[in-house]
């Protein structure tokens, strides 16, 4: 019998009208948003989500503080966070990034960005796309249009209110 997310997991039929949604680059960053609607068949972007998760080849790079906010809002929703820590061991979803080298950076992008005002989370984040360049930010996330990185870039997006 598939497991939950196993059946998840099943790729789509490669298609055309699905190119958009085929990243550009293999570095995806992933925020709490998309991987909570790829686990919960009732969230508005579950379908989008699935969609996208189906076009990954590389495992996602995220943070533990969105693990921690995936986690919290999984259970209030009465989905097992266990689905997310299966997507860890099967090596889908991986942590990397480490806050304590990283304080300065996160506390200035926290206070650069006060009035949004942005969480821990995507400051790890957006941090982490400065310092990997090259990555797109998969998320639900329209704060993320105000996000710089480098503090003029724009942070290249996966997010449903625009295809990337």
Not at 20 to 27: A, E, F, I, N, T
Not at 69 to 82: D, M, N, T, V, Y
Not at 84 to 95: A, D, N
Request: charged share 25%; glycine share 4%; net charge positive.
């Amino acid at each position: 019998m598939w497991s939950r997310l196993e059946r998840l997991a099943r790729p789509l039929l490669q298609s055309p009208t699905l190119a958009w949604l085929r990243p550009k680059s293999k570095l995806i960053i992933a925020d709490t948003g998309p991987l909570v609607a790829y686990l919960d068949r009732s969230d508005q972007h579950h379908v989008w989500a699935r969609d996208v998760m189906n076009t990954l080849t590389e495992p996602l790079l995220t943070c533990e503080a969105v693990l921690g906010e995936a986690c919290f809002l999984l259970q209030r929703g009465k989905i097992p966070s266990s689905l997310l820590l299966q997507m860890i061991e099967r090596g889908v979803l991986q942590t990397g990034f480490d806050s304590e080298p990283e304080a300065r950076h996160l506390r200035i992008l926290i206070a650069r960005y006060a009035d949004v005002p942005m969480s821990f989370a995507d400051a790890c984040l957006v941090r982490m796309s400065e310092l990997n360049p090259k990555a797109q930010v998969w998320t639900t996330d329209s704060d993320f249009a105000i996000y710089r990185r480098d503090r003029r870039s724009l942070i290249p997006l996966i997010s449903p209110s625009r295809p990337s």
